[in-house]
Structure formats: C-alpha cells, structure tokens
C-alpha cells in the first residue's frame, strides 16, 4: 500500500501533496488544467486543497511567512486598501496553518490544509 501511495506523493516546502485524485487537486483548477497528471507545485495553496498536509517539519516556513507577512502589513500606508486586505488574507491563513501543525503535533496527528 505504501508504494502505492508513494508514487502520488510530492514533496513540497511547505506541504506534502497527495495526489491522488486531480479532479480534487487545488492547483490545477487554478490553471484549468483539470487532466494534467501531476500537481502544479508554482500553483499550490496548501492552505485550501484538500491534497495537502502540513507537518512539523513544515512549521518554520510558515512561520517566517506569517512575519514577513504580519512586518509587511505593519508597513503599508492608509491610502495602500486593497494591499491590506490581501496580506491580512495571507497572514491569517498562515496563522492558521501554524494552529493547525500546533495542534496536531499535540495530538500526534497530521493536519490537511
């Protein structure tokens, strides 16, 4: 079962991609490309495909993310809205991510994204 699964995992920097259905695969409906036969690593948003998990291991990436994010944020005028939003957008579904790996190394499970 192991090899079987192996052939649909691709490893990521911030995320593993189980690949196992591309109908299901995030990255692909983003670049309408539903039949393609493996995941579009450039496309990834881990934090919204249902394929993705996140682990320990994937925690310092998303953490230094979620500060350069938060550090951007900080620096951005009141005149620069629509910025804002987008990287309060970012911040928090980093944040997220980083409540997630938490709790799961707690609880010694994996989290998806």
Not at 2 to 26: E, I
Not at 34 to 54: E, F, I, V, W, Y
Not at 67 to 73: G, V
Request: charged share 25%.
């Amino acid at each position: 079962m192991l090899t079987k699964r192996a052939n649909t995992l691709h490893l990521g920097t911030a995320n593993y991609c189980w690949f196992t259905d591309p109908s299901r695969a995030l990255c692909l409906k983003l670049a309408g490309t539903p039949n393609a036969d493996k995941p579009l690593a450039g496309m990834c948003d881990s934090a919204r495909c249902p394929q993705a998990t996140h682990h320990p291991g994937h925690r310092q990436v998303w953490a230094e993310h979620a500060d350069k994010t938060k550090t951007f944020l900080g620096d951005l005028g009141p005149t620069r809205k629509t910025e804002k939003v987008r990287l309060q957008t970012e911040y928090d579904r980093a944040v997220r991510v980083l409540a997630e790996i938490d709790a799961a190394a707690v609880t010694g499970e994996q989290t998806c994204g």
